[in-house]
């Protein structure tokens, strides 16, 4: 009876462990140790991810993705791995990871098609010329930043991967710094009660401006980088004409799609399956010509008509896509953020001069510019605090980064740091220093009204994507 037990104790114990089939493979994956690994790094995964979303909105007020974004980094060495490394280690072997990255591709793309769906081109040309100017300092200075800060990063071991110039490095950090959240910046702004609002409006339109430039800047790093002229051609020959066809005849070609469904009055599933070749296809080219996948779902979502079927797409996409493909990429995410690796005083201070940096260009600059451009102090600091967001797009360059070879562990972890500060610290700086006078005045409603109604309509697309 004893030696039974102790059989299953270690049947039970090893149920992680690799099943090849011949001892001298032992330590060999077989595809049903993925398929285990799989199932229960997704079920860890949901765990932690609806756990600390809800702390994270219960407890500070925070959107249900920041706790999510913080659980990524639970999950990881950081935390986890620290406590827990030899679980940490079954529970999320290095063989698997590969399997959780087309996972997390999958879903970032998915989003990043959601987001090009909810892109409300009229909103930027009633407000493009207002914006400009805040667009264009939240895009400037943070380049001006990373010039003057890139040369000293450089010369610090394990930040840029070897061979990197300084060019690229510039450009990347310019990137990362001038990145505003855009969907979370939508989210807040609906949130708040300031969707009808100049503030606002304003607001939406500069950084969205600054996000498309960011992303624009990434693609062309990404281009010039690591692979030499020909790679660099093909892919900004490549990329500019799959964009300039989806823009010019793309937009067109998916008009029969709208109508189909309009006609249907829903999405049948022969047609749903059509959406999702078209992204996969789409992601593929970009991804083929050497950009990112992520670059093709956004473009499609973009020019997907608008009208019923963008409504079908989000009803069916959003919530499989919020819920499980996304988390698995914060987790992704997590595993490949090493804060140990931040391990003496040179780094923290750069991490924190990262941090500080970040906040001076991006809330600094969009608040000087809106006050040139007339606006009172209390809402040029609303709008600063807005635009200082970077969230889940933070997230994804970096990530490009260092799945491209531009930036290392070190770096990636500090603008991890970077990225969750950042969003943490949005909505309530954008309260300190707007919301709770604009209510008390009555510009805007009851912050507890805005906050249930938005969670009343938990199934609209904005307040999904953050």
């Known amino acids: 009876m004893s030696d039974m037990m102790d059989d299953l104790m270690r049947t039970i114990g090893g149920l992680l462990d690799p099943h090849g089939p011949a001892v001298q493979s032992a330590q060999s994956y077989t595809p049903t140790d993925y398929s285990i690994h799989f199932f229960m790094q997704i079920a860890a995964i949901l765990i932690v991810c609806r756990i600390t979303g809800w702390a994270a909105k219960k407890w500070f007020g925070q959107p249900q993705v920041v706790g999510e974004m913080i659980a990524g980094v639970i999950l990881g060495p950081s935390l986890f791995g620290l406590f827990f490394p030899d679980f940490q280690a079954a529970l999320f072997p290095k063989e698997t990871r590969n399997v959780l990255y087309v996972g997390a591709q999958f879903g ?258 969009c608040w000087l510019a809106a006050r040139l451009a007339g606006e009172n102090n209390r809402t040029a600091l609303g709008i600063g605090a807005l635009m200082n967001a970077r969230g889940l797009m933070e997230l994804i360059i970096i990530n490009i980064g260092l799945q491209k070879g531009i930036i290392g562990p070190t770096l990636f972890a500090m603008m991890v740091l970077m990225a969750i500060v950042t969003t943490v610290m949005a909505g309530p700086l954008f309260e300190f220093v707007y919301g709770r006078k604009a209510r008390v005045t009555g510009e805007l409603g009851s912050l507890f009204a805005d906050e249930a109604a938005g969670d009343a309509a938990q199934q609209a697309p904005l307040d999904k994507l953050a």
Request: net charge neutral; aromatic share 10%; with cysteine.
């Open 108 to 365: 970032v793309g998915l989003y990043m098609f959601l987001v090009g769906t909810t892109l409300r081109l009229d909103h930027f040309q009633s407000k493009a010329k207002s914006a400009a100017g805040v667009s264009a300092a939240g895009i400037i200075v943070p380049f001006l930043f990373a010039l003057a800060i890139t040369p000293y990063l450089l010369t610090i071991p394990g930040l840029f991967t070897p061979g990197v110039g300084q060019m690229n490095a510039t450009l990347f950090m310019g990137a990362c710094i001038a990145l505003t959240a855009f969907p979370m910046l939508a989210r807040i702004i609906n949130e708040r009660g300031l969707a009808d609002t100049s503030l606002g409006t304003l607001s939406l339109t500069a950084g969205a401006f600054d996000d498309a430039v960011s992303w624009c800047v990434l693609a062309i790093v990404l281009a010039t980088f690591g692979g030499g002229p020909g790679v660099a051609l093909i892919a900004i020959v490549g990329g500019g004409a799959y964009v300039a066809f989806m823009l010019l005849a793309g937009r067109r070609l998916l008009v029969p799609l709208g109508s189909a469904v309009e006609a249907k009055g829903e999405m049948t599933h022969t047609l749903f399956a059509v959406v999702l070749i078209l992204y996969a296809l789409s992601a593929f080219v970009m991804d083929a010509v050497g950009i990112h996948a992520v670059f093709g779902g956004f473009l499609l979502g973009v020019c997907m008509p608008r009208g019923l079927l963008t409504e079908e797409i989000r009803r069916k996409i959003e919530p499989l896509t919020v819920v499980l493909l996304l988390p698995m990429f914060f987790t992704y995410s997590g595993l490949n953020t090493r804060l140990d690796m931040v391990n003496n005083w040179q780094l923290l201070a750069v991490a924190l001069g990262i941090l500080l940096v970040s906040i001076a260009a991006k809330f600094g600059a």
